[in-house]
């Protein structure tokens, strides 16, 4: 069964599967790299006319479509694409992690990445999203918003006044938080 909730940005909605969808965690996937995605299931998707980018994360697809697209039509689509997909397979539809390769980190970077991933992620993931830390120089934390949060009216807001306050409060060298 497939529950279906809005997020803060009309453009995108998130798909609760009661199955597990990621063992991987959380991956972001566009239009504009199609051609170099191999999970067959999320270029079927994005091949939707109308649909800009996938996120997966373990229980739960968030969609955002372009502006001009209808979700009364890609809302049945996705649904049924995600049904069809469990009736035929047993395994979740990500399992092979992008073998990164994890370098020493700093103590401030940890500090910062355990922030993200236990105070911040949570939060932003019941809206459909996910928040990802790319780096930490002069006080300055970079994150990639993803999901329903790429491109959300309110997500700068969210940014400055939610992620930064709570990274100031918790991390003493960090100044302040930008968006790539």
């Known amino acids: 069964m497939i529950q279906v909730e809005q997020t803060?940005?009309?453009?995108?909605?998130?798909?609760?599967?009661?199955?597990?969808?990621?063992?991987?965690?959380?991956?972001?996937?566009?239009?504009?790299?199609?051609k170099n995605i191999k999970v067959p299931f999320v270029k079927e998707i994005l091949n939707?006319?109308?649909?800009?980018?996938?996120?997966?994360?373990?229980?739960?697809?968030?969609?955002?479509k372009e502006?001009?697209?209808?979700?009364?039509?890609?809302?049945?689509?996705?649904?049924?694409?995600?049904?069809?997909?469990?009736?035929?397979?047993?395994?979740?539809?990500?399992?092979?992690?992008?073998?990164?390769i994890v370098k020493d980190e700093d103590e401030t970077i940890s500090k910062i990445k355990d922030v993200l991933d236990t105070k911040i992620r949570p939060a932003v993931a019941k809206d459909g999203g996910d928040i990802k830390f790319k780096?930490?120089?002069?006080?300055?934390?970079?994150?990639?918003?993803?999901?329903?949060?790429?491109?959300?009216?309110?997500?700068?807001?969210?940014?400055?006044?939610g992620v930064q306050n709570l990274l100031k409060h918790y991390v003493k060298e960090v100044n302040s938080v930008e968006a790539i």
Request: net charge neutral; with cysteine; glycine share 4%.
């Open 135 to 161: 780096s930490f120089d002069n006080g300055v934390v970079k994150v990639e918003l993803q999901g329903a949060c790429s491109g959300c009216p309110s997500s700068i807001m969210t940014l400055k006044q």
């Open 48 to 64: 939707f006319s109308g649909v800009e980018l996938i996120l997966i994360s373990d229980n739960f697809l968030t969609v955002k």
């Open 67 to 100: 502006k001009k697209a209808s979700w009364d039509s890609l809302k049945p689509m996705i649904i049924s694409h995600l049904n069809d997909y469990f009736e035929k397979n047993r395994e979740p539809i990500l399992t092979n992690n992008k073998s990164d």
């Open 8 to 34: 803060p940005n009309p453009d995108s909605l998130k798909f609760l599967s009661q199955k597990i969808l990621s063992k991987v965690g959380t991956e972001e996937f566009k239009k504009t790299d199609l």
